[in-house]
């Protein structure tokens, strides 16, 4: 999901540097929403830079020693990425789609069929900002991609998200986990939501969830039993928002402030 005036993050993967600069030079010149925020020489770095980074489009080579750009797809159970092969051989378009590659472009790449891949991705993702804005808050969707399956999830059915790493996993009503390869700050980017809120570095919460907040305990309890700590630094913050949530719904559901050091909603 991307805004108008949010450049679309890109890594190039590529082992040889003439490669790895042309792709470079061209996605600058004639992609003007693209941002290349980092290169890779080998499958192996690349996958540690997608992790660290968490790209929205990766330029993937395919012939590269050691470990091919596809096996390197085959290493991600839960991809959230869009994948363009760049690569000298034909023969494998096939596999290419197998693993679900957004475009497959042949090198030398050319300047036409570049600026329609990236028209396509950014029209992908504009469309998707598009359809969430006309959505009144609360009611969006989330697009969420795992194990190859996509997932279009209600913010209203998020209780709380809970990262590990470069993975985070949204509990949601009813029970329902769905993990993703994103971490936590793109996790926040992608809903854009004021209803979340970033409670501790491991954890983001829709406030609706929150049954109750207690300040001297620096936690919160949600609808599901959960309960979730609140960094220092941020339990102001959480009793601000909660406390605003509180005056915005006041007339559809009763809520009390049982003390000062504890607010319950109900």
Known sequence: MKEENTAIRCLVVDDEMPARQAICRQIEKHCPHFQVIQTASSASEAYRLILELTPDVVFLDIQMPNESGLELLDRFENRNFYVVFCTTYHEYAVEALRRRAFDYLLKPVDEEDLKACA??????????DENEESVA?????????????????RHADILYVE????????????????????NLKRIEEMLGDPIFCRVHNSFLVRLASVQSFSHRNGTLHLQDGKEVPIAVRKKELVRKKLVQLMIQVHEEEPIHLAAEEEMTLS
């Open 119 to 128: 028209k396509k991705i950014t029209h992908k993702l504009r469309v998707q």
């Open 137 to 153: 808050p609360g009611g969006k969707r989330v697009e969420l991609i795992t194990s190859g399956q996509r997932f279009f999830v």
């Open 163 to 182: 990262a590990s790493g470069s993975y985070s996993t949204f509990y949601l009503a009813k029970g329902k986990r769905i993990t993703v390869s994103r």
